[in-house]
């Protein structure tokens, strides 16, 4: 069940909500939060039934071992450590099963020429996000920062669907209080107006303009066999922006979603696009992962608090593990292991005191951020290979129909025939890719939209032409959200 899809928005949503705010009317507040829980647990069954019971172990699980961290408070530290260390361990053990054997198996057949078969297991739906999560709120709870002796509770702070898919990634102290507090018990006409602002926004971005983009980057990197220098360059744009536009507005819907029930989660995005450094990107960039990785990875390996080297140690080590979060392949890792360097050259450049202009600080990041995203698309180092090599070594060949006009261009090599056609129409590819670079670049992010967001009628409008207009695209496009995959 997609959120762009209409069994979603006119049959599951309205229900939901309807119901969950009709009990907590009636003072029902645990009725209540158990409708959200089975409707969160239906939503996640409506993939793949087969592994509800996956989703429902881990909860167990990680409630006893969450409920144990908080309450040993007068065990040893050696051995409140030791449960925390077992309760991560068995996350990730679980997690690597489902999605990394076979990388590591086809690695060992490649060493030792051996012939070990494939387990061949379908990824099961948000297991790397709920994973995630719950390692999160048992470190939280190792810490003494959060305490829940509600297994009620607990699942609503797992499964909410909003979020239980792709992300946000939350913790437990930011979410749960606003379940417990009176006043968001009670429908909010301002909160749903901002919500489904913030939802038809997403789904505007995901059904209009991300789908645009991807048969175009889908034939530049799955079909053309060769791309010339135009080609591969909006090959990787197209990418790069359908990605953006994809992952941020699944980001927004779920935000939207939340806040129709008076929940508002951590923002993911901030446009990242708009970067003046490598830093920055990632403070921008799915910030919740980026959170994530920084307060349980990087820091618990020292951080910058052990000299310069094992900084930037610790930099390479924690985007290594970005890498390979976001998918089991080399081309993920190869992926992380180049912003691990760039985090460590930014860091040196941070040294030497030198201020970059700020138009070439955002080419170089902006573009670097580009060229690295060819290796997270590319299903093979050779579909990889083949993008940059056009983009750095092909040749330049505009449509043949301006050939008239820029004749004077075939005295440095410019060629004319049949311009992007091997990836789709000239015309629209440009002004796609123009109006992509505008919006990412130019206009207010949701963020911002939101916040400034008043129910007037003007408004309204706007809001009720953009659903129509988006509800409208995807009866002849509806694709899963791009983050599903990992």
């Given at each position: 069940?997609?959120?762009?899809?209409?069994?979603?928005?006119?049959?599951?949503?309205?229900?939901?909500?309807?119901?969950?705010?009709?009990?907590?009317?009636?003072?029902?507040?645990?009725?209540?939060?158990?409708?959200?829980?089975?409707?969160?647990?239906?939503?996640?069954?409506?993939?793949?039934?087969?592994?509800?019971?996956?989703?429902?172990?881990?909860?167990?699980?990680?409630?006893?071992?969450?409920?144990?961290?908080?309450?040993?408070?007068?065990?040893?530290?050696?051995?409140?450590?030791?449960?925390?260390?077992?309760?991560?361990?068995?996350?990730?053990?679980?997690?690597?099963?489902?999605?990394?054997?076979?990388?590591?198996?086809?690695?060992?057949?490649?060493?030792?020429?051996?012939?070990?078969?494939?387990?061949?297991?379908?990824?099961?739906?948000?297991?790397?996000?709920?994973?995630?999560?719950?390692?999160?709120?048992?470190?939280?709870?190792?810490?003494?920062?959060?305490?829940?002796?509600?297994?009620?509770?607990?699942?609503?702070?797992?499964?909410?669907?909003?979020?239980?898919?792709?992300?946000?990634?939350?913790?437990?102290?930011?979410?749960?209080?606003?379940?417990?507090?009176?006043?968001?018990?009670?429908?909010?006409?301002?909160?749903?107006a901002a919500g489904f602002y913030l939802f038809t926004l997403g789904l505007f971005k995901k059904v209009v303009i991300a789908d645009s983009f991807a048969p175009w980057a889908n034939a530049g990197?799955?079909?053309?066999?060769?791309?010339?220098?135009?080609?591969?360059?909006?090959?990787?744009?197209?990418?790069?922006?359908?990605?953006?536009?994809?992952?941020?507005?699944?980001?927004?819907?779920?935000?939207?979603?939340?806040?129709?029930?008076?929940?508002?989660?951590?923002?993911?995005?901030?446009?990242?696009?708009?970067?003046?450094?490598?830093?920055?990107?990632?403070?921008?960039?799915?910030?919740?992962?980026?959170?994530?990785?920084?307060?349980?990875?990087?820091?618990?390996?020292?951080?910058?608090?052990?000299?310069?080297?094992?900084?930037?140690?610790?930099?390479?080590?924690?985007?290594?593990?970005?890498?390979?979060?976001?998918?089991?392949?080399?081309?993920?890792?190869?992926?992380?292991?180049?912003?691990?360097i760039a985090l460590v050259i930014h860091r040196l450049w941070g040294k030497l005191g030198i201020k970059m202009n700020n138009i070439l600080a955002w080419f170089i990041t902006f573009n670097f951020?580009?060229?690295?995203?060819?290796?997270?698309?590319?299903?093979?180092?050779?579909?990889?290979?083949?993008?940059?090599?056009?983009?750095?070594?092909?040749?330049?060949?505009?449509?043949?129909?301006?050939?008239?006009?820029?004749?004077?261009?075939?005295?440095?090599?410019?060629?004319f025939g049949a311009g992007l056609q091997k990836i789709g129409p000239n015309k629209e590819i440009v002004i796609g890719l123009i109006l992509a670079f505008i919006i990412a670049l130019a206009l207010?992010?949701?963020?911002?939209?939101?916040?400034?967001?008043?129910?007037?009628?003007?408004?309204?409008?706007?809001?009720?032409?953009?659903?129509?207009?988006?509800?409208?695209?995807?009866?002849?496009?509806?694709?899963?959200?791009?983050?599903?995959?990992?």
């Open positions: 069940m997609l959120f762009n899809s209409y069994i979603f928005i006119f049959g599951f949503l309205p229900i939901v909500l309807f119901g969950y705010f009709f009990l907590n009317h009636k003072k029902l507040t645990s009725p209540a939060k158990i409708l959200l829980v089975l409707a969160s647990l239906f939503y996640y069954s409506w993939w793949n039934v087969i592994y509800l019971p996956l989703i429902l172990v881990s909860m167990f699980f990680n409630y006893f071992v969450g409920n144990k961290l908080s309450q040993e408070t007068q065990s040893t530290g050696k051995s409140k450590k030791s449960l925390l260390t077992f309760g991560v361990v068995c996350n990730l053990s679980l997690l690597g099963y489902f999605k990394y054997v076979d990388f590591f198996i086809s690695n060992i057949n490649a060493v030792f020429s051996s012939a070990i078969p494939f387990l061949e297991l379908a990824l099961p739906l948000a297991i790397s996000f709920f994973t995630f999560q719950q390692i999160a709120y048992l470190v939280d709870s190792y810490r003494g920062e959060t305490k829940e002796y509600d297994f009620l509770n607990y699942s609503l702070f797992v499964t909410f669907f909003p979020q239980l898919i792709a992300g946000p990634i939350v913790h437990h102290k930011e979410m749960m209080p606003q379940f417990a507090n009176a006043e968001n018990k009670t429908f909010s006409h301002d909160n749903f990197f799955d079909t053309a066999e060769t791309l010339n220098f135009l080609e591969a360059w909006a090959t990787s744009l197209s990418w790069t922006f359908q990605l953006y536009f994809d992952f941020s507005g699944y980001t927004d819907m779920a935000l939207g979603i939340a806040l129709l029930f008076n929940i508002r989660l951590p923002l993911n995005f901030n446009s990242p696009y708009k970067a003046l450094n490598i830093q920055d990107f990632w403070r921008r960039w799915h910030m919740t992962l980026s959170r994530f990785l920084r307060d349980y990875i990087y820091i618990p390996l020292g951080g910058n608090r052990k000299g310069e080297f094992k900084t930037l140690n610790n930099l390479m080590i924690t985007f290594l593990i970005g890498g390979l979060w976001h998918g089991a392949g080399w081309t993920f890792i190869f992926w992380g292991f180049l912003h691990g951020a580009n060229i690295a995203w060819v290796f997270f698309r590319a299903l093979s180092w050779e579909d990889a290979i083949k993008v940059l090599r056009g983009m750095f070594t092909g040749s330049v060949e505009l449509p043949a129909e301006l050939a008239n006009k820029l004749s004077f261009l075939s005295n440095y090599g410019v060629e207010n992010n949701t963020n911002k939209l939101v916040e400034k967001f008043k129910p007037k009628r003007r408004n309204l409008l706007l809001v009720a032409v953009l659903f129509v207009y988006a509800v409208v695209a995807f009866l002849t496009v509806k694709s899963d959200f791009l983050y599903f995959d990992f």
